[in-house]
């Protein structure tokens, strides 16, 4: 799988999880400053990230800045995106299974090496739900892109 990674600071947490993904075999689009590099905004390496999901050259993105939250909104601003801002496991398995969420952002400030290996573990072992009542709900996310 083809995962868009983009982040606005170049942090120890950055290189785990590039190393991580590495790790679990996929591939990997880095977004970014270079370590040691000064930081860039957070809306720019977000829209370049979410882009390449929706421009079909990446299957799914990872999102980070200080808090998570910024890159969660802009990446929600992209018609197609649901990005999840995730803390714990269980969050980003609910993101995936009821969210069908497409971007997982995440905060450079709380989280953990084991906390993002604990979500990383859920984010890809978690289907999207495809029973009726759950695919309604994302019907009607999705006709939000239109307003």
Known sequence: ?????????????????LKELSLRG????????????????WP??????VRKV?????DEAIVLCWTGTGSSIAANK?????????????TAKGARIWNH???????LRAISEQILKEILDQWF???????????KQID????MDNI
Not at 101 to 107: G, I, K, P, R
Not at 125 to 134: G, H, I, K, M, R
Request: glycine share 6%.
């Open 78 to 90: 992209v018609p197609g995106i649901r990005a999840a801002l995730c803390q714990d496991a269980e």
């Open 44 to 49: 720019v390496v977000t829209l370049a990230a």
């Open 140 to 143: 009607r996310i999705n006709t």
């Open 125 to 135: 072992a978690t289907p999207y739900s495809v029973d009726e009542w759950n695919k």
């Open 26 to 41: 996929h591939e990997i689009a880095y977004v970014g400053p270079e370590k040691g590099e000064d930081a860039q905004d």
């Open 54 to 58: 929706v421009d079909g050259l990446a």
């Open 101 to 107: 969420a497409n971007v997982l952002a995440l905060s």
């Open 1 to 17: 799988m083809k995962i868009a990674v983009s982040t606005d600071e170049h942090t120890h947490l950055v290189d785990f999880l």
